[in-house]
């Protein structure tokens, strides 16, 4: 897509010299469809915009350059806001059948630029070179646009090139962050916060109450240089699941080596006699549904272990204000979605136990394991979605009700889970039943990770050191002294 006029405004053209055109050459072209005697065309006439000298109706207005889907999209929440669009487009027509419903106002390029000091370009980044750089001169002109995906965030923001390009006017980065299709439809239900930079605080002033207007909430981000950072955050790709993500993988890839070792190779190895494949008949389903429970166990106690640690530290250093060690500190920042995964894989476990069962009916051959592991899976992945279309709860409690379910509930579920372990093979449980000389059952590890666990905290219970550590979270130090860096409040 190219922001030239064709044959009516030859200023738009790509090359340089052309965009730095005569301005009076532009302004005959713009009026190119006048007649000799003065009167406007029929379609002129139509598209004959409401004429305003007043600064106030003309701040009213917003420019779009381009009527793709984030035109369409802005210009809806600004309908809803009282605001007029206003689209200028290189094919008019074609864009009044796109914007019909919306109530902008479709015109060309250049008469569009003269109803509004605030331009919103939504063209692609590789059309930039073809603006109309006099025509937006002392202009704040809005970059909506995002970098393609494997280019370094090192180099250039695409807000800054498009500077470079239009030196005389004030470029801002806002907007690319939002969904088109939750703009368009009034129902978004993730972040409302639109980051905005720019090298003029007036420019960010302008489009932050812009934003308000629309429902949003701007995050003034300061200098332009900054649209680096904002322009890598459509393309992150889950960056506060990274520790959970790769603690779950590590968990599940270990106990499922260590169950394919434990029920069927170890076996093997110590009955010297002719391999037995009949034991691996059941290992898609039996294997992989321990180790989901072995694992979704590791995951509940890896979500609690943390804030043990993080309170002996604090009742070692007698401050809340020192900073705890930066991997800690990545550990209690994870523990909400390592909460998250051990409930995942959990319910995935229990949805196997439950198939387990019924295929104790059924012939044990790998395919029918196999048939029941993805239905197990699928339950899973379908609760997953249902959860996640439910609006946030936590933004409905107070930070004290919140706290308590999530602290008491919590260390409840572990002493629940330790109590499952140990009666899930009671009668083996205290058995020394040694596999390959070392391996003993995977549910006499989990128990003694369960019990390990709750006795670090028990010492924690205690009124005296439970009095003491509280004190210290409201911000009293061993031996005086100001707060220093903030740590992560353990739960």
Known sequence: ME???????????????????????????LHHHTSSNGRKSDDDDKDELP?????????????????????????????????????????????KVRLKDIGAIVTTVNEALSHSDIVILAI??????????????????VDISNRAPGTS???????EKLQEILPESHVVKA?????AYALQHGNIQGSREVPICSNDERARGRVSELTRDLGLTPVDRGALRNAREVEDIPLSFFPEWKVAGVMTLVFFVFWYIFMLFRNQICPNLDSGTEWNWELFQTFPLMNTQFAMAYTATCLLLFTYIPGTM?????????????????WLDKWLKSRKQTGLLALLIGTTHGCSAIFTQIAWTVREEWDHQ???MFAALLTASLAVLGITSLPSVSARLTWREFSILQRYLGWFS???VTVHAIFSDFKHLYKPEFVCIFLPLGTQVIVAMCLLTILAKLPLLLPCVDSHLDKIRRGYERGGGGGGGKGVSPA
């Open 3 to 29: 922001l030239t006029e064709g044959h009516t405004n030859p200023a738009y053209e790509t090359h340089d010299d052309k965009l730095h055109g005569d301005k009076a050459h532009d302004e005959t072209n």
């Open 51 to 95: 004429k305003d000298s007043g600064d106030k109706m003309k701040s009213k207005k917003v420019v779009f350059l381009g009527s793709g889907d984030m035109t369409l999209a802005l210009s809806v929440a600004m309908s809803r806001a009282c605001l007029q669009p206003v689209v200028g487009s290189r094919h008019p027509e074609r864009a």
């Open 124 to 141: 692609p980044a590789d059309h930039h070179h073809s603006l109309p750089r006099q025509e937006l001169k002392n202009k704040i002109v």
């Open 153 to 159: 965030s090192r180099d250039q923001s695409l807000a």
């Open 175 to 179: 907007f690319n962050t939002i969904s």
């Open 310 to 326: 993080a309170a002996y530290l604090q009742l070692y250093r007698g401050t809340k204000y020192s900073h705890f060690p930066n």
């Open 370 to 372: 196999l048939h029941f």
């Open 414 to 416: 572990v002493f629940c």
